[in-house]
């Protein structure tokens, strides 16, 4: 079965700083790796993701996630955050194997503080 | 180009009674998942229909819990009769074939649901 798991439930970073939002992954098969952010009483905006090639993916507003298969990980950086930048992030897995579904973990609250 | 649309955007009920959600995907886009994101936790997957097809529904409840998407555009998720559990957001996506696991999934804004 699919499991994506978000240790940190809080994150805090000074505005200006790099940001890291962690996540691992669990699939059979090749996985695909997806991050969205979500601001409150909205729905989730899709960052960026990872189907093959460069272990480094580039995404929407200055994010980037690096996919290391060894440790299983993806985790989300940015490397000057904005305190626009504070919300909710999710990452989400899906097997390459068959049409499976997108499993997402718990999400972990970004907070950027002035 | 206009995103997915949800409503309402807020419903409260009592538990017992029925409601309904109504969600319009991207233009074109074939695919449609209903989603049940539970305060604290991520989105967990209800339904996906490709065109108007379910592809998938092992995670509905189907014993209170319905949807259709007639015409493969917009659907409907209904539930009936509601209970206290299913307070939740509510998330309809949409993409743009489905077919594979690299499609990438473009969220509506929700409807949050409240059940006393």
């Known amino acids: 079965a699919q499991s994506v798991a978000q240790p940190e439930d809080q994150v805090n970073v000074a505005e200006g700083n790099p940001l890291t939002v962690k996540c691992t992954y669990s699939v059979s098969g090749n996985p695909y790796l997806f991050w969205y952010v979500q601001y409150p009483n909205r729905g989730l905006q899709f960052l960026l993701k990872y189907i093959t090639g460069d272990n480094l993916v580039k995404g929407s507003y200055g994010f980037e996630a690096e996919f290391n298969k060894s440790q299983t990980s993806f985790h989300l950086k940015k490397p000057s955050a904005l305190v626009s930048d504070s919300a909710l992030y999710f990452c989400?897995?899906?097997?390459?194997?068959?049409?499976?579904?997108?499993?997402f973990g718990k999400g972990t609250r970004l907070s950027v503080i002035a | 180009e206009a995103g997915v649309a949800q409503s309402p955007r807020y419903k409260i009920i009592e538990k017992r009674q029925s409601v309904a959600f109504w969600c319009n995907p991207i233009s074109g886009h074939a695919t449609l998942y209903w989603y049940q994101q539970i305060l604290g936790q991520g989105p967990k997957l209800l339904i996906q229909?490709?065109?108007?097809?379910?592809?998938?529904d092992s995670q509905l409840p189907k014993d209170r819990f319905s949807a259709e998407r007639l015409k493969g555009v917009d659907s409907t998720l209904k539930i009936q009769p509601a209970k206290l559990e299913d307070s939740a957001v509510y998330l309809c996506?949409?993409?743009?074939?489905?077919?594979?696991?690299?499609?990438?999934?473009?969220f509506g804004p929700g409807t949050r649901l409240t059940v006393l």
């Open positions: 229909f490709q065109n108007n097809g379910v592809v998938d």
């Open positions: 996506a949409s993409s743009l074939v489905g077919g594979t696991s690299t499609d990438t999934q473009y």
């Open positions: 989400a897995v899906r097997s390459s194997s068959g049409n499976t579904p997108l499993v």
